[in-house]
T-cell receptor
Framework: SQTIHQWPATLVQPVGSPLSLECTVE??????LYWYRQAAGRGLQLLFY??????ISSEVPQNLSASRPQDRQFILSSKKLLLSDSGFYLC??????????FGSGTRLTVV | AQSVSQHNHHVILSEAASLELGCNYS??????LFWYVQYPGQHLQLLLK??????LVKGIKGFEAEFIKSKFSFNLRKPSVQWSDTAEYFC?????????FGKGTMLLVSP
């Protein structure tokens, strides 16, 4: 069966520090991968999606970047975090026209 | 571009009351429609989905949703809510490729 792993679960980082959140999927090949940010009262905002290794589409220009170094690995990064980067980050995967499966999320607090 | 509007940000009901959460979408072509639920402290989970066929879709835990193409709506319903239905509910639409979420509706069911 397919599983999705996301870590860490919580993270507290100072302003200006770098960020790396990792997401891996098991049990499937060539999935579409997504990073969403969930903020209270604002729903889920799509940040990046990838349809293959090295292929990244950015939905919202901001202080973050994403990379897909392997088929089932998706990384969300920042060189210098801002206070406004605080939020709940969710990784998800999908195949074809099926629904998305979400990871457990990372609660990021920038202080 | 596709968009999703959820009518209510917060809903408070007593147990056994009936539930209807509104969802309207904007997209000119064929869509896939979803409702996701996030129980307190848990992952986002798929509640139900509509791809084609019967516009009345039945999901888990007694939920159903009706796709009304002429109204661009996909409202979620449950005849009798339980305390355990307390959660945040997200409507989502996929048009061309990615999933776009509404801002969510927080449902609080009082015993």
């Amino acid at each position: 069966s397919q599983t999705i792993h996301q870590w860490p679960a919580t993270l507290v980082q100072p302003v200006g520090s770098p960020l790396s959140l990792e997401c891996t999927v098991e049990g499937t090949s060539n999935p579409n991968l997504y990073w969403y940010r969930q903020a209270a009262g604002r729903g889920l905002q799509l940040l990046f999606y990838s349809v293959g290794i090295g292929q990244i589409s950015s939905e919202v220009p901001q202080n973050l970047s994403a990379s897909r170094p392997q088929d089932r690995q998706f990384i969300l990064s920042s060189k210098k975090l801002l206070l406004s980067d605080s939020g709940f980050y969710l990784c998800a995967w999908s195949l074809g026209n099926y629904g998305y499966t979400f990871g457990s999320g990372t609660r990021l607090t920038v202080v | 571009a596709q968009s999703v509007s959820q009518h209510n940000h917060h809903v408070i009901l007593s147990e056994a009351a009936s539930l209807e959460l509104g969802c309207n979408y904007s997209y000119g072509g064929t869509v896939n429609l979803f409702w996701y639920v996030q129980y307190p402290g848990q992952h986002l989970q798929l509640l139900l989905k509509y791809f084609s066929g019967d516009p009345l879709v039945k999901g888990i835990k007694g939920f159903e949703a009706e796709f009304i193409k002429s109204k661009f709506s996909f409202n979620l319903r449950k005849p009798s809510v339980q305390w355990s239905d307390t959660a945040e509910y997200f409507c989502a639409v996929r048009g061309y490729s990615t999933l776009t979420f509404g801002k969510g509706t927080m449902l609080l069911v009082s015993p």
